[in-house]
C-alpha cells in the first residue's frame, strides 16, 4: 500500500489543523493506521492509532483530548484533526499501516510508511 500524508503547515499555538493520509494500492481497510512524529533530533513517537473499522482509537498521552483520529475506508484516507496546538507539536507528521492493532503503538511493527508532512506551531 502506498500512503501519501498532507495538510502539514505553520499555525499559531492554540489553533487547529487536520492531516489526512491518503492510501493507494492494497486494500486500505485491511490494515490499522497510525499516526507518528518526529522533531528534530528526537525519536519517532507514537500518536494516535485506529483499528481497521475505526471502532477502536489510541492514543498518546501528550495528545489526548486534543487530537482526534479517523478514517473513512470509502475513501481509503485516514485523518488526524489536531486542536489546541501547541509549539511543543511541531514534527514532521508521519502516516502509517500496519497488520496488528495490538503494536499500533510500534513504529518497528509498522509495515508502511507515507513521507512526513510538517507541522509547525508557533508561539
Known amino acids: 500500500v502506498q500512503l501519501q500524508a498532507s495538510g502539514g503547515g505553520l499555525v499559531q499555538a492554540g489553533g487547529s489543523l487536520r492531516l489526512s493520509c491518503a492510501a493507494s494500492?492494497?486494500?486500505?481497510?485491511?490494515?490499522?493506521m497510525g499516526w507518528f512524529r518526529q522533531a528534530p533530533g528526537k525519536e519517532r513517537e507514537f500518536v494516535a492509532g485506529?483499528?481497521?473499522?475505526?471502532?477502536?482509537?489510541y492514543y498518546a498521552d501528550s495528545v489526548k483530548g486534543r487530537f482526534t483520529i479517523s478514517r473513512d475506508n470509502a475513501k481509503n484516507t485516514v485523518y488526524l484533526q489536531m486542536t489546541s496546538l501547541k509549539p511543543e507539536d511541531t514534527a514532521a507528521y508521519y502516516c502509517?499501516?500496519?497488520?496488528?492493532?495490538?503494536?499500533?503503538?510500534?513504529?518497528?511493527?509498522?509495515?508502511?510508511w507515507g513521507k512526513g508532512t510538517l507541522v509547525t506551531v508557533s508561539s
Open positions: 502509517a499501516a500496519g497488520a496488528s492493532i495490538t503494536y499500533v503503538r510500534r513504529a518497528d511493527a509498522m509495515d508502511y
Open positions: 485506529i483499528s481497521r473499522s475505526g471502532g477502536a482509537t
Open positions: 494500492g492494497r486494500t486500505f481497510s485491511s490494515y490499522v
